[in-house]
C-alpha cells in the first residue's frame, strides 16, 4: 500500500521521465526536472526543520509551484499555500495560525513576504534549486511519513472571520485522485488546463493527477480567462483533453458568446464544482461540444475537494434540476436530521460526510474542529468521525443526491419556510439575470434579490408571479454591476447587507 | 469618453484608468470585470461587442476601448 504521494512520484518519475508534467506560457518541466526540484528543496528543508512541521509556501502562477509544494513533503514536512495577491491582513492572518518556521516564496513575491508580519525564516526557492541532492536524508524523511500524516494545509473562509486551515492528509488526497480519476477515466495522455489558483483546493486535481497517472498539466494564464478567443487557442494549441474548473470559471466562455467564434476542439472531460451551474450555460457547452464527459460535482474542502459526483447524460433545459449525485468510491455520505437522527427516504436532511476522506480537522484550533467534526451520531459502537457541512441534500427517486442550499440559508418569512437558494435558482432561469443572490432582512422581513444583468425588476416581479407563491417573490430588487465576491469565489453577503435600508 | 469612464470607475473605482495601458495584460480587469464591462457597454453604447473583438488591445487602456466603440459605431 502506498503511505504518501512521494511513492507515487518516485514511481511516476522512473515511468515518464522526459515526459512533460507542468506548463505554462513561459516554461515546461519534465517528470524528472519536477522531481528534482522537489529533491533540492526537500533536501534543503531537512537541514533546517524537523519531520511533520508546516511549511508556507507563496508563489506565483508557474509550473515551478506545485513542485515548490512537493519539496516541503520531500522534507516529510506539509505546505500550506497562500496567494500573495490576497490582501495583507488576510495573509498575516493565515501566518499567524499557520506559525510555520519558514516561508518559502519565489523571487516575484519575496518583497511581498518581507512586507508580512512574519518572524520566521524567509526563503527563496530559486536560491535553493541547485541544492546537491541527499537521498539518504529524503529516504528518511519519505518514512517519518504515514498516510495519515498532514500532506498540506489549505485556507478557507470562516464564517468568524478568521481563516480556517483545513488539514488533508495523504491517504484523504490520494483516496479522493484515484477516485475521480476513475470517473473521469484519467491516463497519460491527458492533458489537464488548470484554471484553480494554485494555492486552492480545486488545484489538487491539476497538481496530483499528474502525480498519480502521469497526466500533464497546463497553467493557463489569468488574463486569458478575460479573453475567450485566447482562451480557446490556448486550450486547442495545448490540446487541452481534461478541465476541472469551478462553475465561474466554466461559465464565463458562455456568458461572453466565445463559442459563437470557436470551441475547444480536443476537450473531452469536463468537471466542474464550488456552486450550482446554471443550466442556460451549461446548455450552451453541451450544444456546441456535445460528446463531451460532463460531471457535476459536491463538497467541501473538509472532505477533499469533492465527495459526490454526477454525470450528466441528457441536455438541461430551464427546469432541470442538477442532482450532485452519488458519494465517490470510498465515500459515504448520510443525511441527518436537526436532532442528528437519520432522515427518512426521500427527506432533506444536513449532509454529512464519512470515510478516508474526512480532514485531519482545523489547523490549531481545537474548538471548531470538534463542532464540524463529530463521532457519528448513528454509531454507538465505535470511533466513526464525520464531518457536517451545514449543507442540506435529499436523495431523489434514483438514488441521487440534489443540494438543497445552505442549512444557514433557510429563512422563515411570514411563517413560510423558504430556501433563498431556491429564490437563486428560480431567478436564474430568467432570461436576462446573469448572476444574483437572495438575502433576507430578517428585521424588515423583506426578501431581497441582488442580480446582474439586462432584465428589468418588472420583467423578474412578473416571472416570479408565474412560477411561485406570492410570498416567495422577492420585495426588494436591486441591480448591481456585479456582485461582490470573496477571495474563493463566492458571493460576499456582507457586503451585500450594507444595501438593506 | 466621459460616459465610458463614468462606467469604467463604477465597476472598478479602484482603477485609475485615465493612465492605465496594461488593464489586461497585468490583469488589473479580471475575467468577471469584463464580463459585466461588455454588457454595460453593449447598452450604453448601442454596440455588439463579439467574441472576436474580445482582445488585450481593445481592453488594455480606456482610449483602447473608446477607439473600438467608435469603430463598432460606425459599422
Not at chain 1, 526540484?37 to 509551484?65: D, F
Not at chain 1, 464531518?387 to 438514488?399: H, I, P, Q, S
Not at chain 2, 488589473?28 to 473583438?53: H, M, Q, R
Amino acid at each position: 500500500m502506498e503511505t504518501s504521494v512521494i511513492n507515487r512520484l518516485d514511481k511516476v518519475v522512473r515511468k515518464y521521465p522526459q515526459k512533460i508534467i507542468l506548463k505554462d506560457n513561459t516554461k515546461a518541466l519534465t517528470f524528472r526536472e519536477f522531481d528534482e526540484t522537489t529533491k533540492s528543496i526537500g533536501t534543503y528543508l531537512s537541514n533546517l526543520v524537523c519531520a511533520e512541521t508546516p511549511i508556507a509556501v507563496m508563489s506565483g502562477r508557474h509550473a515551478y509551484t506545485p513542485a515548490f509544494f512537493l519539496g516541503v513533503v520531500r522534507a516529510g514536512c506539509f505546505y500550506a499555500p497562500i496567494d500573495a495577491d490576497m490582501p495583507k491582513a488576510r495573509l498575516n492572518q493565515i501566518l499567524s495560525v499557520i506559525n510555520a518556521p519558514i516561508l518559502l516564496t519565489d523571487k516575484d513575491h519575496l518583497k511581498t513576504a518581507q512586507e508580512l508580519n512574519f518572524d520566521g525564516k524567509i526563503i527563496v526557492a530559486e536560491d535553493i534549486l541547485n541544492t546537491e541532492i541527499d537521498e539518504n536524508v529524503l529516504s528518511c524523511r519519505a518514512s517519518v511519513i504515514t498516510s495519515v500524516s498532514p500532506l498540506y494545509v489549505i485556507f478557507t473562509s470562516g464564517s468568524t472571520g478568521k481563516p480556517k486551515g483545513v488539514i488533508t492528509s495523504h491517504l484523504s488526497l490520494m483516496t479522493y485522485i484515484d477516485s475521480v480519476a476513475k470517473v473521469l477515466n484519467i491516463n497519460e495522455n491527458d492533458i489537464l488546463g488548470n484554471q484553480s489558483p494554485l494555492d486552492y483546493i480545486a488545484a489538487i486535481r491539476d497538481i496530483y493527477l499528474p502525480i498519480s497517472f502521469g497526466a500533464q498539466t497546463y497553467i493557463i494564464p489569468k488574463n486569458e480567462f478575460a479573453i475567450p478567443t485566447a482562451l480557446f487557442d490556448t486550450l486547442n494549441r495545448e490540446k487541452i483533453t481534461t478541465l476541472c474548473w469551478s462553475v465561474a470559471g466554466v461559465e464565463l466562455p458562455a456568458k461572453l458568446n466565445a463559442f459563437e467564434s470557436g470551441k475547444p476542439e480536443y476537450l473531452k472531460k469536463l468537471c466542474f464544482s464550488g456552486s450550482v451551474i446554471s443550466n442556460k450555460y451549461l446548455k450552451i457547452w453541451q450544444e456546441a461540444l456535445p460528446n463531451v464527459l460532463y460531471v457535476n460535482q459536491y463538497g467541501p474542502t473538509e472532505a477533499t475537494a469533492s465527495c459526490t459526483y454526477y454525470i450528466i447524460r441528457d441536455k438541461v433545459s430551464e427546469n432541470t434540476v442538477l442532482p450532485i449525485g452519488r458519494p465517490y468510491e470510498n465515500y459515504k455520505i448520510i443525511l441527518l436530521n436537526d436532532d442528528n437522527t437519520k432522515t427518512k427516504t426521500g427527506q432533506i436532511g444536513q449532509i454529512c460526510i464519512g470515510g478516508p476522506i474526512v480532514a485531519l480537522g482545523y489547523y490549531a484550533n481545537e474548538e471548531i474542529s470538534s463542532a464540524s467534526f463529530i463521532q457519528n451520531p448513528l454509531n454507538k459502537n465505535y470511533r466513526e468521525t464525520i464531518y457536517k457541512t451545514g449543507d442540506l441534500g435529499r436523495f431523489n427517486e434514483n438514488g441521487d443526491l440534489e443540494f438543497h442550499g445552505r442549512m444557514d440559508r433557510q429563512v422563515k418569512h411570514l411563517g413560510h419556510r423558504i430556501e433563498l437558494g431556491e429564490i437563486e435558482e428560480t431567478a436564474k432561469n430568467i432570461m436576462g439575470i446573469d448572476d444574483c443572490c437572495a438575502m433576507y432582512h430578517k428585521e424588515k422581513e423583506n426578501l431581497y434579490l441582488f442580480y446582474t444583468g439586462e432584465a428589468s425588476s418588472k420583467d423578474i416581479i412578473l416571472s416570479f408571479r408565474s412560477v411561485m407563491p406570492a410570498f416567495m417573490v422577492p420585495r426588494k430588487i436591486v441591480k448591481l454591476d456585479k456582485l461582490p465576491v470573496l477571495p474563493n469565489g463566492k458571493t460576499d453577503m456582507q457586503i451585500l447587507k450594507q444595501y438593506f435600508k | 469618453m466621459d460616459e465610458l469612464m463614468q462606467i469604467l470607475e463604477e465597476l472598478r473605482p479602484d482603477v485609475d484608468f485615465e493612465n492605465e495601458t496594461s488593464l489586461i495584460d497585468n490583469s488589473i480587469l479580471d475575467s468577471f470585470d469584463i464580463v459585466a464591462l461588455v454588457g454595460e457597454l453593449n447598452d450604453a453604447f448601442d454596440i455588439e461587442i463579439k467574441p472576436n473583438n474580445l482582445i488585450p488591445e481593445n481592453f488594455n487602456s480606456a482610449k483602447a476601448m473608446m477607439a473600438m466603440i467608435e469603430q463598432l459605431q460606425d459599422e
